[in-house]
């Protein structure tokens, strides 16, 4: 079995699994003792697409424009869909310019860090904003001012004060752990723009995958269930964990603070789904309209109270 993750808090109930081996002995326990799980860390959506498509990968973490852009691009062929939502986290557009105050204020000369210009997370919610503040006509105001950096390097780049990236669009706890540096503040959530939290980002396969392999896939969705239990038990050793598997230097305390943050949710539950979508083809950035949520889940998903 092979699973990809991203960089950030977004990915701890991977980095779990990952960690305590529960894929591996949840497949003992099924009956298949020798699988490999091989991990594998990517940028991005658009990274993960790619790799998914060239068969390097079975599980794989999208955002939901990802999600959206695949499922429309595959249907009839390969099937990528999403098995589960992973959590509900908030991200945030941070900046160090003293003149951002809203979306007025940026200038050719600010630059935003982000995961994948056009097709990130990220990315949609500036669109979201821009058309929710300037109309329509508006939407992609902030599209040119992007740059995409992982969220390590946009950090790297946001704190360092010098460079043309002024402004790093990012999720927990790269957001928060900004926000302690001095001149760095906030400009806005995608609670904000939204109006409500957000499945951060989902786990998608392929159908020929999900088809093939029935065992596998109900491995997998245990070893997350039982990863997301772990992390809402004991906030603590999550926190170690994330910190142990990524060098993290930051305090435990401070890694606990953030995990019980406002807004942050560790769920498999999709939440949110439909606005996102009906923004990415009200855009033109996918040409087939799902009917439901439903729609880009495979049905191991559709018992759960999804939006």
Not at 36 to 51: C, L
Not at 188 to 200: K, N, Q, Y
Not at 240 to 259: A, F, S
């Amino acid at each position: 079995m092979r699973i990809a993750k991203q960089y950030g808090l977004g990915y701890l109930t991977l980095m779990v699994m990952e960690d305590r081996k529960i894929v591996e002995r949840l497949a003992k326990e099924a009956g298949m003792p020798d699988l490999k799980v091989t991990w594998a860390t990517f940028r991005s959506s658009d990274v993960m697409n790619d790799a998914l498509l060239s068969s390097s990968v079975d599980f794989v973490c999208l955002g939901i424009t990802g999600l959206g852009t695949i499922w429309a691009r595959t249907r009839g062929t390969m099937d990528v869909r999403a098995v589960s939502g992973l959590n509900a986290l908030p991200l945030q557009l941070n900046t160090r310019s003293a003149t951002i105050k809203g979306i007025a204020d940026f200038t050719e000369k600010d630059k935003i860090a982000l995961p994948a210009v056009k097709v990130s997370m990220q990315a949609t919610l500036l669109q979201m904003w821009a058309e929710k503040e300037l109309g329509v006509a508006n939407r992609n105001k902030l599209d040119a001012l992007t740059v995409s950096m992982a969220h390590p390097d946009g950090m790297a780049a946001l704190v360092s004060g010098g460079g043309e990236i002024n402004n790093h669009f990012t999720s927990p706890p790269f957001a928060q752990m900004e926000l302690d540096k001095p001149g760095i503040r906030k400009v806005i959530t995608s609670t904000e723009i939204l109006g409500g939290p957000m499945s951060f980002n989902v786990i998608a396969a392929t159908g020929k995958f999900y088809n093939d392999n029935p065992k596998l896939v109900a491995v997998f969705m245990k070893a997350l269930q039982e990863a997301t239990d772990f992390i809402n038990r004991d906030k603590k050793a999550a926190a170690e964990t994330y910190l142990r598997m990524t060098n993290g230097k930051q305090p435990v305390e401070e890694m606990v603070k953030t995990l019980n943050a406002p807004g942050i949710e560790y769920t498999l539950v999709p939440r949110n789904i439909v606005p996102f979508i009906d923004f990415t083809y009200r855009a033109g950035a996918i040409k087939v309209k799902p009917d439901s949520w439903k729609d880009l889940f495979f049905p191991v998903a559709h018992g759960w109270q999804g939006s």
